[in-house]
């Protein structure tokens, strides 16, 4: 079984965050929006990061992915509305 691993500062089940999730067999982990949680994040396979409620802290998240060489991909889970904020620096 596959593993996601969920980063967000939302307090609701992982399914509210992104309701196609509860329809997924695989493994969801759920981390806070903080780039002290990669320090224990157990292994994963896909990284999802939460920017609906806090795109600075999104932004920040993607670069410190970026920054460490992250193999793993990085999906953004944004609003309609974040999505003019995503540009390339993000990584």
Request: proline share 9%; aromatic share 2%.
């Amino acid at each position: 079984m596959s593993s996601v691993l969920l980063m967000t500062g939302a307090v609701e089940p992982s399914d509210h965050v992104l309701p196609a999730l509860g329809l997924l067999s695989h493994q969801i982990r759920v981390l806070p929006l903080e780039a002290t949680a990669l320090l224990d994040a157990p292994p994963a396979e896909v990284i999802l990061v939460d920017g609906r409620n806090d795109l600075p802290g999104a932004r920040g998240l993607c670069r410190v992915l970026r920054a460490t060489g992250c193999a793993q991909p990085v999906l953004l889970i944004v609003t309609e509305g974040g999505l003019a904020a995503v540009s390339p620096d993000w990584g």
